[in-house]
């Protein structure tokens, strides 16, 4: 099956943009989602606090990695908001794409005659944090392989897992394309983040962006986060910000696009997430037709041993 | 600084390929249930096809052995299912829905209808009582028994796991050419010898099956192709080749003796499981190396570019 731009569309025809969203009729709301912007995140962590209070969401202390100042490591059935952390060394002035001002300069070797530090000798640190989420995908995996139904399409457009359903049986863990869902140990069920389902339903915001000091993370319907990144991403190429993309945000992509999509300023692997992730499910009617034809050669072994008795 | 020990790890600047290194992914949550039953369900499957062939053909001592391979297949499945479970007091929660996108939801259904059209069938094989619902049951079994032995396939195919959904192609094949040799070998085992000739070749018909199936994997595999080379996955899958190797020389040079038929049997019986437990393992090294998914869809997205639309 294929959609009119030619891309193979994801399994069973009915599923169009809004994936299931649409099914709740006229009653929907519309989508509501994530946008991310990681250029203005400061790394305080208080989205991954605010998350584990408001949702009850047990700790699960990791130690030190040394890896920067990350120390929760990864999205999972404990993190369903986690900052991360990159460290680089980036050529002097090369991320604006021209050598900074006199003024930067001199603040910049005034700074490293007080640290003690030779920064600039080879290149500068560039400190990039971003806050990860689930992405809500249009086309989501974990829903569609779900066996239970646990995991559904809210009247929001997000994907949400029952708690009272799941049995745990573990096959969304690996069906997200993102790894976004685990098992929880000790409960057995798995757990992501809701786009607090339960605060949306009374008109308040996820906990994570009504905790974010700097707006890095902006909730609201999805159509006006695309413009609103759009617009903001124009704004850093005119500065100069070359290196500035917008992840998840097209619904052209191997998901239909992400309810919780990102401004990067960098490729998305840096931030460990996949650069072009595509539902598993596209290629479902291949695999069925692939498991039929081996059933079909199975019976007809079964057959061919028992009549070559004949001979 | 000489003397001094660090008591935190030393700070890394992170190559810029990926995330210090962490998976993309999430591996498997999966316990040794799950290739065990993959195992199994393909024996369980697979027998009850050669029980419905073997009456078809009218060789009852055959058909009656491979009925109960089928109802222990079939009745070991189902347990190993549920204890593999976060929640297994929610098994029936499978039975909620029918769901054609999950494999899952599609095998529960076909797995349960396919041990209780088998229990209907030995029970009336065994009792002599209702023989027009048990030749009901035969068909209804012998029928689901081939996509239950392939459906499998799909099961780990239809996942975010570069060397399983890169498989997709293959991965039915293979588990229904294991399922064979699994089943033949079994009813060599459990079958007189006068009576095992469709066995023999029903076992070496899959291990060929099940050897091409996987080489042609590998080669279109590509570099993902390295997960069956290395590590757990790669002692697996060699071990496997021997066993295959070794039991299909046994059952083609020395099938027609009792003990040369039971030990050719084991051996394909021992190369199937292994097989299963090889692509079981390479699923986890697979999603746990971030290069493996991020290099696939680096290599797709050039592919989708250079393809006109």
């Known amino acids: 099956m294929k959609t009119a731009d030619g891309r193979p569309q994801a399994a069973g025809g009915r599923r169009q943009a809004a994936d299931g969203h649409a099914s709740y009729g006229e009653e929907a709301p519309p989508r509501k989602g994530f946008f991310t912007d990681t250029s203005i995140c400061i790394g305080c962590k208080a989205c991954e606090v605010a998350c584990k209070e408001w949702n009850d969401v047990p700790d699960e202390p990791r130690g030190f990695t040394g890896e920067s100042y990350d120390n929760s490591g990864a999205l999972g059935a404990n993190r369903w908001r986690h900052v991360a952390f990159i460290e680089q060394r980036v050529p002097v002035g090369a991320e604006h794409g021209a050598p900074d001002s006199l003024v930067q300069e001199a603040a910049r070797l005034a700074l490293t005659e007080e640290a003690g530090m030779d920064v600039a000798a080879d290149g500068d640190l560039r400190w990039l944090m ?57 409960d ?3 757990w992501k983040c809701t786009l607090c389902y ?114 | ?168 192609r293959e991965l039915p094949f293979a588990f229904a050419g294991g399922a064979a040799a699994t089943a033949g070998g079994a009813a060599l085992i459990a079958t007189p010898v006068r009576a095992a000739g469709p066995a023999r070749r029903f076992a070496l018909m899959g291990a060929a099956l099940e050897t091409a199936a996987m080489l042609t994997m590998e080669r279109r595999l590509g570099p993902l192709a390295a997960n069956y080379h290395g590590g757990e996955a790669g002692r697996f899958a060699r071990l496997a080749q021997v066993l295959t190797i070794a039991g299909g020389a046994t059952v083609a040079g020395w099938g027609d003796k009792r003990v040369g038929a039971a030990a050719g049997g084991a051996m394909l019986m021992a190369a199937s499981a292994t097989t299963r437990w090889a692509v079981f393992k390479a699923g986890f090294a697979s999603a746990l190396d971030p290069h ?18």
């Open chain 2, 292 to 309: 493996q998914a991020i290099d696939l869809q680096r290599r797709h997205g050039e592919t989708r570019a250079a393809t006109p639309a």
């Open chain 2, 1 to 168: 600084m000489k003397g001094e020990r660090a008591m935190v790890p030393r700070a890394r600047f992170q190559p810029a390929d990926s995330y210090y290194g962490r998976p993309v992914l999430k591996p498997p949550v999966w316990k040794p249930q799950v290739p065990f039953y993959l195992f199994t369900g393909g024996l369980a499957g697979a027998a009850a096809a050669q029980a419905l062939a073997a009456h078809l053909g009218r060789n009852r001592v055959l058909e009656r052995r491979s009925w109960m391979v089928a109802l222990a297949g079939a009745t070991a499945s189902p347990a190993l299912l549920i204890t593999d479970l976060g929640r297994p007091e929610r098994f029936l929660h499978m039975l909620r829905v029918v769901k054609p996108t999950s494999p899952m939801s599609m095998g529960s259904w076909i797995l349960a209808a396919m041990g209780a059209a088998t229990g209907a069938a030995v029970t009336s094989e065994l009792t002599g009582r209702f023989p027009r619902a048990g030749d009901a049951a035969k068909v209804t079994a012998g029928l689901l028994g081939p996509p239950l032995a392939t459906y499998t396939g799909v099961l780990l195919a239809n996942t975010a796991v570069p060397v399983w959904h890169e498989a997709r």
């Open chain 1, 198 to 311: 339960d605060r949306l339903k009374d008109d308040m915001q996820p906990a994570c962006a009504q905790a974010c000091p700097t707006k890095s993370i902006q909730f609201g319907d999805l159509d006006e986060l695309r413009e609103r990144a759009a617009d903001r991403l124009e704004i850093l190429h005119r500065r100069g910000t070359t290196s500035a993309r917008l992840y998840g945000d097209d619904p052209d992509d191997g998901v239909g696009g992400c309810g919780a999509f990102f401004l990067l300023l960098d490729e998305p692997q840096v931030y460990g997430l996949p650069p072009d992730p595509v539902v598993t499910t596209r290629d479902l009617g291949s695999m069925w037709r692939s498991a039929g034809l081996a059933a079909g050669a199975l019976g007809a072994m079964a057959v061919a041993a028992v009549l070559g008795a004949r001979r």
């Open chain 1, 130 to 186: 971003s806050s990860d989420v689930c992405k809500h995908c249009t086309h989501a995996a974990c829903l569609d392989v779900c066996p239970t139904g646990a995991l559904f399409r809210t009247e929001f457009g997000t994907v949400v897992v029952q708690e009272d359903v799941c049995n745990g049986c573990g096959y969304c863990v690996v069906a997200c394309p993102f790894g976004v869902l685990d098992q929880r140990r000790g």
């Open chain 1, 188 to 190: 057995g069920r798995v």
